[in-house]
C-alpha cells in the first residue's frame, strides 16, 4: 500500500460569522487548501465531507466545480471531521485514487448542544428525564475521575487558562482574550466540578485538507506532512458513555480513546514518547485530562503535577492545544478534528508564529473524541 501526505491546508476562522452560511465558510476553506496545494479543484479525485448543523457537505460541488468528482458526506458527531480524514487517507492508501479532499464544516446555533436520543438508538424517554446532558454527563464523568486519581480542581482551572492563553495567540481562534486563573476558577458552576469557562461552545467554521501519494508530494510542495497513522474506533462493553443507559460492574480498561491511541502507535511504528506536539479533545477541562493519560501520555493522575510543571504549555516538553482547543476556537461539529489536523500540519511546518513551538518539531498527534463513544486519532510527521 501507498503512504500519503497532507500538501494543502485551509481554515475558515472560527467562531460566529454573521451573514456568512456554514457551506461559504467550508468552501473558503476548501480554496485555501487548494491555493496552498497549488492545485485546482479540476485536479481532485474525490473528497469525504461532513457537516451536523448546516447542510450536506457534496453540495459544496455547486460553488468549487461541477466537475463529477465522487463527494461522500461523512456523519460521526465531533469525529466527523477525523473520519473524512480517515476516509480519504484509506482511499488513498489503497491505491484507488492518487490526489484527494477532506473538508468539513459547520454553523451551530447559539446555545448549547442537542442530542437526538432517538437517532442515537434510545427512546424519547431517555431525553425526556434529562438523561441526555452533556455537559451533566462531563461532570459525572471527571467528578468520578477526580474520585479515582486525586485530581484537582486545580487541574481543571489550569487547563482552561492554558488553551485561552494559546487561543489569544491564534488569530483563527474565537476566543482571543487571555483569562486569568482567578477569573476561571470564580466562574459560575454549571455542572460540578465544571464552571462556565471550563466548556467549549457550539461554533462556526470550516477546515479542509488536500491529500495525496506521499510520492507525489515533493513534486508538489515544500513542506508536505506524511500521515503515517489514522485510526477510529468505537466504545467496547463497559465504557462510560454519554449514551450508556446503565453501567457494567465491571469498566473497561480499553475505552474507545485507548483503542484508537493503541492502534494508531502500532501502525506508525513508534511510541507516546515520540510525540513532540499534540492536540487533544477538550470539550471540557476534564476531557483533556482524561485524555492525557488515555493517550497513553502519562499515567493515570500524573496530570496534576504535568500541568503545574507547565509540561503542556507550548514551551514545555508535550505541549497541548497549542491552538486553544475547543476551548478557544468552540466546535463546530464538522470542522473540529480537521481544526485539530490544521493546527500540527502548521506546527510541523514552523509557521504557528507567536504559537509556534519554539523548537524543532517531527511528529505530531491529534485525538478527536464524539458521543455516543468513538475516538479518532492520527499521528503526523514532516
Known sequence: MVDVAIIGIGIHPFG???????????????????????????DINFAYGGSASAGAADTMVSKLGLTGLQ?????????????ALQSAFMAIKSGMFDIGMAVGFDKHPRGAFTVNTEGGGLGKWYGDIGMALTPQFFGMKIQRYMHEFGITEDALV???VKNYKNGALNPNAWRRDAMGYEEVATSQMVCHPLRKYMFCSPAEGGCAMILCRADKAKELVK??????????KTRPFGSFEVFSQSQALERTSTPPTVLASRAAFEMAGIGPDDIDVAQLQDTESGAEIMHMAENGFCKDGEQEQWLRDGVTEITGRLPVNTDGGCLANGEPIGASGLRQV????VQLRGEGGA????????????????????????????
Open 16 to 42: 460566529r460569522t454573521e451573514g456568512v452560511s456554514g457551506l461559504d465558510q467550508g468552501v473558503y476553506a476548501a480554496r485555501q487548501a487548494l491555493k496552498d496545494s497549488g492545485l485546482e479543484w479540476s
Open 158 to 160: 489550569r487547563v482552561a
Open 71 to 83: 463527494f461522500i458526506n461523512v456523519a460521526n458527531g465531533c469525529a466527523t471531521g477525523g473520519s
Open 223 to 232: 513542506k508536505p506532512v506524511y500521515l503515517k497513522a489514522v485510526a477510529v
Open 355 to 382: 504559537r509556534q513551538v519554539p523548537r524543532e518539531l517531527k511528529t505530531g498527534y491529534t485525538h478527536v473524541y464524539g458521543a455516543p463513544g468513538l475516538s479518532g486519532v492520527t499521528i503526523m510527521a514532516r
Open 342 to 345: 490544521y493546527e500540527i500540519c
